[in-house]
């Protein structure tokens, strides 16, 4: 079975995490994660590059995911498949997680809702690139 990816629609989907994080985690919901999650503004300053390029790969490895999984079916399913992944997948495994951690439904939420916004633009992004 040949999976055909659409490498454009792959990093432009990895940096619409950038995108979606930066309006998430700075004007929404900057000082509610960093009290729930218990990060200083000091710690955020610390180790930028890294966490920017760590962010990207990981990133891209998700939306190649994605680009497997959705195939050629357009960007309604491509949406689809990602809110889908986002919520199913990575923020249930986030609920199991902080419930053994004992993390607050705070954190979970915003880390929730991140993943899921996140992978519903990404799928809509690489489903639009792969189609026809």
């Not at 495994?93 to 993943?115: C, D, K, P, S």
């Amino acid at each position: 079975m040949a999976v055909e990816i659409n490498w454009w629609g792959v990093v432009l989907a990895a940096l619409s995490a950038f995108v979606v994080g930066g309006l998430w985690y700075s004007l929404l919901f900057a000082k509610p994660w960093q009290r729930a999650a218990g990060v200083t503004d000091e710690a955020l300053r610390r180790g930028v590059i890294p966490a920017f390029v760590g962010t990207f790969v990981l990133s891209f490895v998700m939306a190649v995911a994605l680009a497997a999984f959705i195939g050629p079916s357009g960007a309604a399913f491509g949406a689809l498949a990602g809110a889908i992944a986002g919520i199913a997948w990575v923020a249930a495994a986030f609920g199991v997680t902080y419930l053994f951690e004992r993390r607050g439904v705070t954190l979970f939420l915003i880390n929730g809702g991140y993943n899921a916004l996140t992978f519903t633009a990404m799928g809509a992004i690489v489903g639009a690139f792969q189609a026809g």
